[in-house]
């Protein structure tokens, strides 16, 4: 009796080791390893949330409207899910996400998710996770240099700029033409490891219309460096084309194609033409299908957007919190794409849609993602 009585208590402590080593305390998360812990149909095991147990979640900044959504996404799903949630945004300032990290770590919290402001600059904040056996999904934006970082979750980054790239291809039918199209790259932070995947993605798939004269860029600015726009701000964007409009255009040749990488930086793009430019009006590229962009494809001034639903990114990360904390096997799709510079770490990568002033209605209104009255 005595034997069977030590292997129960020892088998008791192994698990108990186990859930700890998780990043769960068990002073915080009474049910978090599943047992009666309710779980919803929608969110799979992302359910098992249990009183006590806290989720961090760190925003980059206020300042571009997605990330407001991803924010409000995120603690919306993770409270139904019945989790207590940490939600900061850093005001586009490193020191003070990486203060905002080590408070979530020091106030309890079981799971951290971080949406990085500069992709290797959080190395502090994730030693002491880390040390605290702390689970850290990346989200979005990969966090580089670290061994931390247990998952990635995000949308297909270089699907999202060869999305862009064959849109272009496609609207001017390059593959059939005898016409010199003149096209110039706007590109992202050069901190936030995407921008690089989402240039190189639409560049990969123009780069041999460059090459056979098809495309012609005016400026000769075809590297990463020399467009990338620091924190994706619009202003930027917009001050580097007025000096492009002003160098290379403004002897009155047209200027075909803006490929920007996102949505914030086209719209830099467009204030710029709308003050300096006075020629055929470009194609320009964009994502995200923020509301001004996508009031702006339905006026004509931005052809496209890629959509990056962040509700369906929020789901699946609420319900990788849910397996990480119950114990369960991680849902990734991808286990070679993404090198931290540590190692690869498992993702999960969203797909991306191409939204038009033809599609945005079944894309964006019929999903409930905007009303019409958020478009007037």
Do not use: H
């Not at 990463?224 to 994706?232: I, K, R, Y």
């Not at 009031?295 to 931005?302: A, G, P, T």
């Amino acid at each position: 009796m005595k034997k069977k009585l030590l292997s129960v208590l020892l088998t008791g402590a192994m698990l108990a080791s186990m859930f700890v080593g998780c990043g769960a305390s068990t002073e915080t998360t009474d049910n978090a390893g599943g047992g009666d812990a309710a779980k919803t149909e929608d969110s799979g095991s992302a359910g098992g949330g249990a009183k006590g147990t806290k989720v961090g979640v760190a925003m980059p900044t206020k300042d571009l409207q997605r990330w407001n959504q991803d924010g409000a996404n995120m603690q919306k799903e993770l409270e139904a899910a019945g989790y207590e949630v940490d939600l900061q945004y850093a005001s586009n300032d490193t020191q003070t996400q990486i203060s905002q990290i080590e408070n979530m770590i020091n106030s309890g919290c079981n799971v951290l998710v971080v949406a990085a402001i500069e992709a290797s600059s959080l190395g502090e904040a994730m030693d002491m996770a880390k040390e605290k056996n702390i689970p850290v999904i990346a989200y979005d934006r990969l966090i580089m240099n670290t061994d931390a970082v247990s998952y990635y979750a995000t949308f297909d980054n270089t699907k999202v700029g060869e999305a862009q790239g064959q849109f272009v291809v496609d609207q001017l039918d390059l593959d059939n033409t005898d016409k010199t199209f003149t096209i110039e790259f706007t590109a992202g932070d050069p901190g936030d490891n995407n921008a690089g995947f989402f240039f190189n993605g639409a560049y990969s798939v123009l780069e041999k219309y460059i090459k056979d004269g098809t495309l012609e860029v005016k400026s000769g600015q075809k590297e990463f460096s020399d467009v990338a726009t620091a924190a994706w701000a619009t202003e930027t964007a917009q001050s580097r084309m007025e000096n492009i409009l002003s160098t290379y255009y403004a002897d009155g040749t047209d200027l075909d194609i803006c490929l920007c990488s996102n949505d914030s930086t086209a719209l830099g793009v467009e204030n710029a033409l709308a003050a300096n430019y006075k020629g055929k009006y470009p194609l320009i590229t964009g994502q995200d299908c923020d509301i001004e962009n996508t009031k702006n494809m339905l006026k004509d001034k931005q052809a496209m957007s890629v959509f990056k639903d962040t509700r369906t990114l929020a789901s699946q990360v609420v319900k990788m919190v849910g397996q990480i904390l119950n114990g369960e096997k991680v849902d990734v799709n991808d286990e070679k794409t993404y090198d931290n510079g540590n190692g690869i770490v498992p993702s999960f990568l969203c797909e991306p849609e191409v939204c038009t002033k033809e599609n945005y209605k079944k894309i964006l209104i019929d999903s409930g993602y905007y009303t019409e009255d958020d478009l007037k």
